[in-house]
Each structure stands twice: as structure tokens, then as C-alpha cells.
């Protein structure tokens, strides 16, 4: 029977969004007890495991039932001219068979009543991830569990500093969706605050090895955050291994009211030419920017951004 591998409902300022991915059946990864072996064995059920493709399913929240497509990547996404002030009842029909939601992450998000969110990568921003050494990252995906994934210390500190103030966190990755119970696993475990995953989308072992992801996806992902969020700013977290820095500068541009301080992570010892370029170009964009280390100064991170939550928010 269909399984909802993940759903998000997340409520904006006009509108609530719905979305999520359906297999054709339950892959029982959340049932086994996690050691290295079924860690292993967890990651390549998931590119395994097939999509549900181009079917309707039923949806109903509370008392209202809505018609949802379910594409050929087995993704939803539904718009809603409604927002949510707390979870809906939910109710899911595939093929007339009721889908059960197993998921052991948060599914709904309530539009926060602050004036600043954050919006943060993943990969080498709260979790080393090895990006661009192919290698190395599938070497961490498969033989080390999500609970001994070194988290980045100042990310953390910093995302768990802004939800004191209830602000939200979106967490934005070209990771595929078949990473999200891994990556969810790694948030909860490590005490991150629970924002919406927003993944590329559910990919099978071919499509893993040959497929070209979109390269707007984050950017105009954010984008549709930013535009659905009202007079809301936003703190952007990302990395200098992949294009972090160019996505940012071209928000920082298009945006200029949406940003409060954007945080690149350093990821190696050393910056090389093309890194510095890139670097230059955002600070010289938006001067509220940080290219932050180990040794980066928390104490006066800290300080700077309670002034800005105190003085948005007052």
C-alpha cells in the first residue's frame, strides 16, 4: 500500500502550503533499530523504494477535502488561501486505501508572529557534509549513523539563539528528498529547531547517478518564501562549498528589504581565489554579512543579532 514518505503544512501570511512525497509502499525504515549495518541498509531502500507517480490522492484538513496531483517524482503541493493557527486533522486517501503518517518530525508550521525567520542550507552549514568531495559524502551518508554526524557548533548555537525569540527556521538543500528522514533524524537529534525541509525532489539509483538537478531550486525556493512572508527579513545561513554566495548575493539584490544578516561557513583551512571573489561581491552587496570560522567571535555574534531580533520586533 502507498506511504507518505514526508508532509509538510506550513501556514504563510495569506495562504498555506502542503507538501510532501508518496512511495507506492512503506520502505519500514523507521521500524529498525539504527546500527551502522541498517544504516546502510536505511539509505539504499530509499533510493530502492519507488515514487507513487501521476496519481490523485484526497486530502482533507479538518472538514474540507481537496484534490491533490501526485507528479511523476511522487511529490504534492497544494496552495491554500487559508491559514492554519494550529495542526489540522488530516486525512489522507490513496486508491480509496487511508495512508497513515508515521513520521517522527513536525508537520505543521504556524506562520510565526516575528518580524525575522531564518532560512538555512544543510549540507556543511549544520551538518559537515563533504559537498564537493563526492567521496567523502557518500562515505558519511552510508557508514555513519545521523546521530554521529558532527553538527557545526556555531550554526547551532546561533539557530538555537534565534528561536528563543520563536523565530522560524525554513531549511532549504538541493539534497534529494530520499534524505529526509536521515537528515530530520540528524535536526532532532542534535537539537536543532524543527523547520520545514524543503528537498529536491525523490530519486531512484539511476536517476541519483545521472540526473542534473535544478539550479534554481534553492533560489527560487527562497524566493517563494520571501514573497509569501509579508514585511518579515530574513537571516541566511549557507556555505561557500557549493553556491551559497551567488544565491545569496542575487536575494541580498533582488531583495534589498527582505535580509537581515546573511552567515557563509568557511569550510576549508584555507580561501582560495575564486572563493574571496565571491565573497567580495556579496559583502560589497549587502555589508551585514559574515564569513564565518572556529574562531569567529560568538560572544559579538550574539549581541549583534539580539539587537536586531529586539529591534524588529519592537
Known amino acids: 500500500m502507498a506511504h507518505i514518505w514526508h508532509i509538510s503544512i506550513v501556514s504563510f501570511v495569506s495562504k498555506t502550503i502542503v507538501r510532501g512525497v508518496v512511495l507506492e509502499k512503506d520502505p519500514n525504515i523507521r521500524k529498525m533499530e539504527i546500527g551502522e549495518t541498517e544504516n546502510l541498509y536505511r539509505l539504499l531502500s530509499s533510493y530502492i523504494s519507488s515514487p507513487l507517480r501521476n496519481t490523485v490522492m484526497s486530502i482533507k484538513l479538518n472538514h474540507e477535502t481537496y484534490q491533490i496531483d501526485i507528479d511523476n517524482n511522487g511529490s504534492f503541493n497544494l496552495e491554500l488561501r487559508l491559514i492554519f493557527e494550529s495542526k489540522p486533522d488530516i486525512s489522507i486517501i490513496v486508491k480509496e486505501n487511508e495512508l497513515q503518517i508515521n513520521q517522527d518530525y513536525c508537520v505543521f508550521f504556524k506562520n510565526s508572529l516575528n518580524s525575522v525567520d531564518v532560512i538555512s542550507d544543510i549540507d556543511d552549514t549544520i551538518i559537515v557534509s563533504h559537498s564537493s568531495n563526492i567521496i567523502k559524502r557518500v562515505g558519511l551518508l552510508s557508514l555513519v549513523l545521523p546521530h554521529n554526524r558532527k553538527h557545526i557548533k556555531f550554526t547551532k548555537t546561533i539557530l538555537t539563539y534565534i528561536s528563543t525569540y520563536s523565530a522560524r527556521v525554513f531549511y532549504v538543500s538541493k539534497s534529494e528528498s530520499n534524505l529526509f528522514d536521515i537528515l530530520s533524524s540528524f535536526i ?15 530519486l531512484n539509483l539511476k536517476q541519483l547517478i545521472i ?44 531583495y534589498p528589504g527582505k535580509v537581515a544578516r546573511i552567515y557563509i561557513r568557511q569550510t576549508r583551512k584555507s580561501v582560495n581565489k575564486k572563493r574571496f571573489i565571491l565573497w567580495q561581491k556579496l559583502k560589497n552587496t549587502f555589508s551585514d554579512s559574515v564569513y564565518f570560522n572556529s574562531s569567529t567571535d560568538m560572544d559579538q555574534e550574539l549581541l549583534k543579532l539580539g539587537n536586531i531580533m529586539d529591534s524588529k520586533n519592537n
Not at 532532532?188 to 525523490?202: A, C, D, V
Not at 542534473?212 to 514573497?227: Q, R
Open 211 to 254: 540526473n542534473k538537478k535544478d539550479k534554481y531550486f534553492k533560489l527560487d525556493s527562497i524566493k517563494f518564501i520571501f514573497e509569501n512572508s509579508g514585511d518579515k527579513k530574513f537571516v541566511l545561513f549557507g556555505d561557500d562549498s557549493q553556491l551559497d554566495m551567488e544565491v545569496y548575493t542575487h536575494l541580498a539584490e533582488s
Open 188 to 202: 532532532k537529534h542534535n537539537q536543532l529547531p524543527e523547520g520545514m525541509l524543503i528537498l529536491t525532489p525523490y
